[in-house]
């Protein structure tokens, strides 16, 4: 139909008359109520607190549980997960966490590409484990909180790997190095009132970079030999040498112990003498008797034949058996 050509009773037909008009109006104003009553009331969960806006002005927080505010746009409410552990993650993304953890396969390599203080190249993953203290500021203070928040992350990091050596990042260092990007983050994140407080920073892998990771792992294995046969010597010296000190020490000692006893040996031999002399000097006739005697109690037994005759008597020549022992 041409509308050029419809007369003013044909438009009447689609015009609704007096009571359909009313009915559609009370239907429209029926949603309206409905819409600024649905708007009336909100729900905040257990680990969330709701920060209402009136006309874009901060007005109040609202505690977990049923709330009420005026309807939009009037009051906005903005719901913050302030017990909740938020997480951000560099040079990698979590598809799926569980048992058997799904990574993202898209390049990364932007973000966790970096230089080290010794002008070497690493590739650092990491995390960052955060939370929301104050909801005002995290909303207010700063207009892309996480974007922000990223940006932040990977400045320090980058700041904090070029100061040190790329055997640092990989091996030893680790831990110091995610310390420092913590403390750091926390004071920068009070600098710009974000709200945020820093629980961790986690290195999740560290790694040279692809084309170059093959010479890297044969100079990790030439370093792992040296160290290992360092061990090993060190372990062969304090073997042999402990052992031979103790043998050393227990020749000297032995050697002092012979020392000592032959020295008291001596002083006690001369103590000795001189008692005896000095006895022989008070007694002399005694003392000859005495060392008479001794020396023929050890003479006598080993003589075989012994002939006791009298001083005076003669003629004793016939008493000895010269051919004994002589054969004939």
Same mark, same amino acid.
């Given at each position: 139909m041409d509308p050029q050509r419809l007369n003013t009773a044909e438009l009447h037909q689609f015009i609704p008359s007096g009571p359909q008009l009313r009915s559609v109006i009370g239907l429209i104003a029926l949603v309206l109520v409905a819409i600024v009553f649905w708007n009336l009331w909100f729900t905040v969960e257990p680990e969330e607190v709701g920060v209402i806006f009136r006309f874009g002005k901060y007005v109040r927080e609202a505690p977990p549980g049923l709330n009420f505010k005026l309807p939009d746009p009037i009051e906005k409410v903005i719901k913050v997960p302030v017990q909740r552990q938020l997480k951000e993650e560099f040079g990698f993304r979590t598809e799926l966490a569980g048992v058997r953890t799904r990574y993202?396969?898209?390049?990364?390599?932007?973000?966790?590409?970096? &230089?080290? +203080?010794?002008? @070497?190249?690493?590739?650092? @993953?990491?995390? $960052?484990?955060? !939370?929301?203290?104050?909801?005002?500021?995290? &909303?207010?203070?700063?207009?892309?909180?996480?974007? $922000?928040? !990223?940006?932040? @992350?990977?400045?320090?990091?980058?700041?904090?790997? +070029?100061d040190e050596t790329v055997n640092d990042v990989l091996t030893v260092g680790r831990q110091e190095i995610a310390d420092k990007v913590k403390t750091r983050l926390q004071k920068l994140c009070n600098e710009y009132e974000m709200g945020i407080e820093v629980d961790q920073v986690v290195l999740q892998n560290v790694n040279p970079p692809d084309p170059v990771k093959p010479s890297f792992n044969e100079v990790n294995q030439a370093q792992q030999e040296r160290e290992k046969m360092i061990n090993n010597a060190k372990a062969e010296y304090n073997r042999i040498i402990p052992r031979a000190r103790g043998r050393a020490l227990q020749t000297i000692e032995k050697a002092k112990g012979y020392a000592t006893n032959r020295i008291n040996r001596a002083i006690g031999d001369a103590k000795f003498f001189e008692s005896i002399l000095k006895a022989y000097k008070m007694a002399p006739n005694v003392t000859e008797r005495r060392m008479y005697l001794e020396t023929m109690d050890s003479i006598y037994p080993k003589i075989k034949h012994k002939i006791i005759i009298d001083k005076g008597m003669k003629g004793i020549l016939p008493l000895f058996s010269l051919n004994a022992g002589v054969r004939p």
């Open positions: 993202a396969s898209r390049d990364l390599k932007d973000e966790s590409l970096m &230089l080290t +203080g010794d002008l @070497n190249v690493a590739v650092v @993953n990491w995390s $960052t484990q955060y !939370r929301i203290r104050d909801p005002y500021k995290f &909303l207010v203070k700063v207009r892309d909180q996480r974007a $922000t928040f !990223r940006d932040m @992350n990977e400045a320090i990091m980058r700041e904090v790997v +070029g």
